[in-house]
């Protein structure tokens, strides 16, 4: 992971067009987490610039009563100055562009990465205060905002708070998963590891401490499936940052697909 992060620093480092622009970068997603199993094969990169950035408000707020000027470097920009300075250090044939990210791919030296880009996103409220996540715009069009930081610091605080439970129980349910997609169980398939992540961030910490990893795996799946039969007993949820549903809006899973995988995961694992 650090030899992934390192390669894509360098190669924006050796961008003319990228090294003057105020930029980070930093791994995201499982490996940062902690929650990586061996099934994970590629790290998520994120490449922030915010020489520009994307905001939202309360109702009836706009640019000119924020004080938000006009942006003079655009996104599609951004994205297409950082694919040239990927291909130029990496090699054409090394960098596949996707819809959200580029795919770097892996040698002897480094792993697979996802080299995401970001503009910085701010989120107004109605008191002048505002908090700070990342969003892209895909190349289809779509807008994704993601609070990278807010996650990563709840998950580290429920994390100790449960004993170090938390991240085992995410690492057990993802192993589950793989195990699953290699019996051809379909429900395992659009499960992601950033909702797994989030459903057993939704688990009480007390059904995550039962004193054998057997028994919290079984309390959570208990709660988890529960409280996924109606909507209305799962609408409140949130993804780890606590700053989105879990369910609903434009997610790419819903809570029907999620109770399905969750029912089949107490079948695979023939709990009673």
């Known amino acids: 992971m650090d030899n992934a992060e390192r390669a894509v620093k360098n190669a924006i480092s050796g961008s003319d067009q990228l090294k003057a622009r105020n930029i980070r ?14 099934g994970d094969s590629d790290v998520d990169i994120a490449v922030v610039c915010s020489d520009t950035f994307f905001w939202e408000g309360p109702e ?9 000027t006009p942006a ?6 951004f994205r297409s100055e950082l694919e040239t300075a990927l ?7 090394a960098v596949d562009p996707g819809d959200k990210a580029f795919d770097i791919k892996a040698n002897s030296y480094r792993v697979d990465a996802d080299v995401a880009p970001f503009f910085d996103h701010f989120r107004h ?3 002048g205060s505002k908090i700070k996540g990342v969003e892209m715009r895909t190349r289809a069009g779509r807008s994704i905002i993601n609070w990278p930081d807010q996650h990563y610091e709840n998950g580290v605080w429920k994390n100790d708070r449960t004993s170090r439970s938390y991240k085992g129980c995410v690492r057990i349910l993802k192993s589950l998963r793989y195990a699953m997609l290699s019996d051809n169980i379909a429900s395992a398939e659009g499960t992601s590891s950033f909702l797994m992540e989030c459903l057993i961030w939704n688990v009480p910490d007390k059904d995550l401490m039962q004193g054998t990893w057997v028994q919290s795996m079984r309390e959570a799946l208990v ?3 529960n409280n996924t039969i109606r909507f209305e007993d799962c609408s409140e949820w949130g993804e780890v940052s606590e700053l989105k549903y879990l369910f609903g ?7 029907e ?15 009673s």
């Open 72 to 77: 003079t470097y655009h996104f599609d920009v």
């Open 249 to 255: 809006g434009n997610q790419a899973w819903t809570w």
């Open 223 to 225: 709660y988890l499936f």
């Open 87 to 93: 291909v130029d250090y990496f090699g054409r044939a």
């Open 60 to 68: 009836g707020a706009t640019r000119e009563t924020l004080g938000i």
């Open 257 to 271: 697909g999620t109770h399905r995988f969750l029912s089949d995961c107490w079948d695979y694992v023939g709990y």
């Open 25 to 38: 970068v930093f791994p995201q997603g499982s490996y940062r987490n902690r929650v990586n199993v061996r």
């Open 125 to 127: 409220a109605g008191d």
